[in-house]
Nanobody
Framework: QVQVVESGGGLVQAGGSLRLSCVAS????????MRWYRQAPGKQRDFVAV???????NYADSVKGRFTISRDNAKNTVFLQMNSLKPEATAVYYC??????WGQGQYDYWGQGTQVTVSS
């Protein structure tokens, strides 16, 4: 049973920083890309950043230059370093793990989310 667990959310003032972590466990197969999404109250879930198993990254335009995604393949862990946070970054942040299950294809797994609140 694959589990995805996020941590590191909290309350921070505008201009501050937070570092989110996400661990994927129980994987029988290959862990591929890992992504961060966020969902503000009353809004759809939006893409934030992605990192492939080879370390290639991509970001939403709204976070480029301020957020950095990284991963530790040995620990099946992805991080999201968020700097210069703005109040509009307030949202629940979700981690997504793409897993190739041997002989069964690719599956996406989601965590329960971690709340990030940025005060003005």
């Amino acid at each position: 049973q694959v589990q995805v667990v996020e941590s590191g959310g909290g309350l921070v003032q505008a201009g501050g920083s937070l570092r989110l972590s996400c661990v994927a466990s129980g994987i029988i197969g290959r862990l591929n890309a890992m992504r961060w999404y966020r969902q503000a109250p009353g809004k759809q879930r939006d893409f934030v950043a992605v990192i492939t198993s080879d370390g290639v990254t991509n970001y939403a335009d709204s976070v480029k230059g301020r957020f950095t995604i990284s991963r530790d393949n040995a620990k099946n862990t992805v991080f999201l370093q968020m700097n210069s946070l703005k109040p509009e970054a307030t949202a629940v942040y979700y981690c997504n793990a793409a897993v190739t299950r041997w002989g069964q294809g690719q599956y996406d797994y989601w965590g329960q989310g971690t709340q990030v609140t940025v005060s003005s």
